[in-house]
């Protein structure tokens, strides 16, 4: 029964577009990008508070209009569990840089996102995120990384939002779901808050290898129920990773050489 109910979560979208509109689509893209980017830079330094307080749109309007020029379509579904009320963790799989477009476009009120400090090398990006309230993580050093993990949690308590992390910790380029790190879910440990699983198919299609070029096409996005964490411990922390990412095997094809679905595996 649970392969059947598994078979029945696998999705395709409509065959993507051509190449040739990819390639096509692509300088205008950037253009929109980097445009967009320097006209958000500018309002943050200008206008502060204006710009506080419109955070969420000026987010979502980039993400959009990139979607918007490529021809990307998004198929939501669970959209109550991103919007419910409270602070939460947003777990999302990571496919490629083409991420950003998407979850900015999707982008949770009031939210925040951790994210590779190697990000602030990329025009723009270094002088805009820390700004609309981002974390940076630092991987190469253990423990600058753990100072973000605690600024996080501080961030979820005090403030409130939901915070976006992707558990694989790099992109996976479309070749299938990579194993968890723990950084997520000792934030869950430590602030109780909600797990939320945002599971993302169809981008592996339109953006293969992970490259620059991005045809038209459907993207899914499912939010499935809010996983409570108050009664985790650390003795159980890495059996709560397992079955949270086995739940997104029900939907997701595991990269080589990581652990498959398991249907035995108990479920939340």
């Known amino acids: 029964m649970q392969d059947i109910h598994r078979a029945r979560k696998k999705w395709r979208g409509p065959k993507p577009g051509s190449v040739i509109r990819a390639r096509f689509m692509l300088i205008p893209g950037i253009i929109y990008c980097f445009g967009y980017l320097a006209f958000l830079a500018f309002v943050l330094a200008c206008f502060p508070k204006w710009s506080k307080k419109n955070r969420t749109p000026l987010i979502r309007y980039w993400g959009r209009g990139l979607l918007k020029i490529f021809g990307v379509k998004l198929e939501v579904y669970g959209q109550e569990h991103r919007d419910a009320t409270g602070p939460k963790i947003l777990l999302a799989n990571h496919v490629s840089l083409i991420d950003l477009f998407i979850y900015s476009g999707q982008w949770a009120d009031p939210g925040s996102v951790m994210y590779k400090k190697e990000f602030a090398k990329i025009p723009l990006f270094g002088f805009i995120m820390p700004r609309l309230g981002f974390i940076a993580v630092d991987r190469g050093n253990r423990e600058r990384a753990q100072n973000s993990m605690s600024k996080a949690a501080e961030r979820i308590n005090k403030d409130g939002i939901a915070i976006w992390i992707a558990p694989e910790g790099t992109r996976s380029r479309g070749k299938g779901l990579g194993n968890f790190k723990m950084g997520a879910f000792h934030i869950a440990l430590e602030t109780k808050a909600p797990i939320v699983p945002s599971v993302m198919q169809g981008l592996e299609l339109l953006n293969p290898g992970g490259g620059l070029l991005l045809k038209s096409g459907t993207v899914r996005i499912d ?10 411990d650390r003795k159980n922390l ?3 990773s397992n079955q949270i990412r086995n739940q997104f095997l029900q939907y997701l094809e595991p990269a080589n050489g990581t652990k498959k679905y398991n249907s035995d595996l108990e479920q939340l």
């Open 223 to 232: 939010y499935l129920r809010p996983i409570e964490t108050k009664t985790w």
């Open 238 to 240: 890495r059996e709560k």
